[in-house]
C-alpha cells in the first residue's frame, strides 16, 4: 500500500475522530518501542499505525480500551464480593468494637449553670498595641 488514507480506514473505525485518536495512541506506542505488526517501508509512525488499522492487524476495539486505560488516573480494582456468613460475621465484629470503644471512652459531662460559671471565671487577655 504506497498511500493510507482515512477512507482506507473509516470502515474500520466509523468516527473520523476517533480513529485519529487511535492512531496517535498507536503512533506514540510505537515510538515507545513497542513492535509493528506490518512492514514499515521507510514510512513514519502515524503512517505505520494508519496502515496497521487498515490492514486490520490490531483491534480498534483493543487500541480503544487501551487508550482509554492510558488516560486514566484511577483505577478500580474489582474485589470479589464476600458471600453473606461473611458479611454477617463481619457486621458482628464492627458492633463488638463499637460496644468495647463504648467502655473505653469516656465524656466530660458538664451542666450548663457549671459552664457559665467557667466562662465567667475566664480572665479577659491583656490589651496590647498589636491588636
Sequence with gaps: MARVTVEDCIDKVDNRFELVLLAGHRARQISQGAP????RDNDKNPVVALREIADETLSPGDLKEDL???LQKHVEVDEPEADGQELIDQ????SDDADREDDTVAFDRMSEEDLLAGIEGLVPPEKSDDY
Excluded at 91 to 94: E, K, Q
Design 91 to 94: 457486621a458482628a465484629s464492627t
Design 36 to 39: 509493528i505488526t506490518v512492514d
Design 68 to 70: 482509554i486505560h492510558s
